[in-house]
C-alpha cells in the first residue's frame, strides 16, 4: 500500500527530528552534570538550580526518543510464547496490542495537554530555578503523538495482513 509506506517515511522523519531534541536534552544532562560536579568538588560551588535541570531535560530525552525508539525496536517485548501461537493468532494478538498502545497515547496526549493548561493557569514553577513547567508537559504531549501515530501505522499493516492472509 503506497499509503502506508508515505505514512511510514512521515512518522520516521518527525520521529527522526524529535529524536535530535531528545539527544539535545541527554547533552544538556551531561553538561549540567559535568558543572555541576566540578562546580561542587573543585570550586566549592554547585551549580544553582542543577537538579531541576537534570530532572526537565531527562523528560525531554527520554519523551522526544521514544517514538524513533519504538521504530528502531528498541522496546520490551516479549516473544518467546508468540513464536508458539499460530500467524494468524499472532497478528490479532499484536493488534490488540497496538489498539492498546494507541489507546494510551491518545490519553496521554490528550491529558498531557490539560495538565500542561493547568500548569500554565496556575503559573507552577520548577522548585530552585523557577522555571515554567508547562512547557515541558505540552513538549511530552507533542513528543507523544508520533508514538500514537506509529501505533496507528502498525494497527493499519497488522490489519492488512490479516485480510491478504
Known amino acids: 500500500m503506497p499509503f502506508l509506506k508515505k505514512f511510514d517515511e512521515f512518522n520516521r522523519r518527525i520521529s527522526s527530528g524529535f529524536e535530535w531534541i531528545g539527544l539535545a536534552g541527554l547533552l544538556v544532562m551531561m553538561a549540567v552534570t559535568c558543572i555541576d560536579v566540578i562546580g561542587a568538588k573543585i570550586f566549592r560551588s554547585p551549580l544553582y538550580g542543577a537538579l531541576d535541570i537534570v530532572v526537565l531535560a531527562q523528560m525531554v530525552a527520554v519523551s522526544f526518543a521514544t517514538a524513533y525508539a519504538l521504530i528502531l525496536g528498541r522496546h520490551v517485548s516479549v516473544e518467546f510464547f508468540m513464536m508458539l501461537l499460530p500467524e494468524r493468532l499472532r497478528l490479532m494478538i499484536d493488534t ?12 496521554i496526549v490528550w491529558r498531557l495537554g490539560v495538565y500542561g493548561y493547568s500548569l500554565q493557569i496556575g503559573g507552577e514553577v520548577s522548585a530552585t530555578i ?31 495482513r490479516m485480510s491478504v492472509k
Open 96 to 107: 490488540i496490542i497496538s489498539f492498546f498502545g494507541l489507546t494510551l497515547f491518545v490519553l
Open 130 to 160: 523557577r522555571l515554567p513547567l508547562y512547557p515541558f508537559a505540552y513538549g511530552i504531549a507533542v513528543a507523544s503523538i508520533p508514538v500514537a501515530l506509529i501505533f496507528l501505522a502498525e494497527i493499519l499493516k497488522l490489519i492488512n
